[in-house]
């Protein structure tokens, strides 16, 4: 993940003054129905990350996408799960996360997440079938 000192174009963007630094929460590119829940899990992990003393890096001004891997890596920007099975995954390993959500949450939202995954995973994209079948 990284972070821009100035908000997207377009996004819905919140601010909060903590200490010299204001902190920046843009929900943009949030694609969750309960976005109290994420802004719930941003909070829990910022308030983590200061009891923690993270220092969150230099601000990326460009385009994250268009970086290649090497240079993502040379700038210190960890990829995010490449799949949906693999968020679960993180989410599984992410104490901080978890407590944010509670259990119930955590373990309902799992639930969904892994059988939105499976009835992902056996469907045929139609990708597939213009790269394997067409004539």
């Known amino acids: 993940m990284a972070r821009a000192s100035v908000p997207r174009a377009g996004s819905l ?11 920046h929460t843009d929900t943009a590119h ?5 976005r109290y829940l994420a802004l719930a899990c941003v ?12 220092v969150p890096g230099d601000p ?6 268009a970086l290649s891997d090497d240079e993502r890596a040379a700038m210190g920007i960890e990829q995010l799960p490449l799949s949906l099975h693999e968020a ?3 989410l599984d390993e992410d104490a901080v996360i978890r407590a944010a959500l509670g259990d119930h949450s955590y373990h309902r939202l799992r ?5 939105e995954w499976e009835t992902y995973r056996t469907q ?12």
């Open 111 to 115: 639930e969904a997440k892994l059988a």
């Open 43 to 54: 909070l829990k992990a910022g308030l983590d990350g200061i009891r923690r003393k993270l």
């Open 88 to 90: 679960v995954s993180a």
């Open 124 to 135: 045929v994209h139609p990708w597939e079938l213009e790269a394997y079948l067409s004539l």
């Open 60 to 65: 990326v001004e460009v385009s994250v996408a």
């Open 13 to 23: 963007s919140s601010y909060f003054g903590l200490g010299p630094l204001p902190l």
């Open 30 to 34: 949030w694609n969750v129905p309960c």
